[in-house]
């Protein structure tokens, strides 16, 4: 007499499997911020970063721009603002730093694209103070290994 086939211990082990792999940071999107829950508040005191962009320290999150116009043609860095501009914001101090610009540090060196094209980043969020030790500049936020890709 044949043995019953039972399929209840590979269905679970498949099922435990696929929930795993769902959980894996390699397939887990990018978590998509946006410019307006950066910080929670922006007081004589200073910036404070909201809890979300303190929660996201250190993973990979996307956000979504324009590309500042570049101080030098080709480099590794640019400057994401919420807003189309034609100058370049990034030249004050942390003092005085914006809360619509997020200094991005890509994984190659960057073609500029037009100030007023829409580009949305991808890459491992930095937050606080950090001065940068070849331009000097400042900033507050960063998103570093960086790939962006226009969007319409």
Known sequence: MPLPVRTGGTRRRFLLALSALAASPLLRAAELLRFDGLYKSNTVLGLQFAERTLALKGETVRL??????????????????????????????????????????????????????????????????????????????RIRDAVFHRIT
């Open 64 to 141: 979504r721009g324009y590309m500042a116009p570049p101080l030098k043609p080709e480099s590794n860095f640019f400057v994401l603002t919420r807003e189309p501009v034609a100058i370049c914001p990034f030249c004050s101090s942390d003092a005085e730093w914006p809360v619509d610009i997020v200094v991005i540090y890509a994984s190659k060196t960057v073609i500029p694209t037009s100030f007023s094209e829409r580009i949305e980043v991808e890459g491992k969020l930095e937050v606080g103070s950090y001065t940068d030790p070849v331009t000097g500049f400042v900033s507050q936020l």
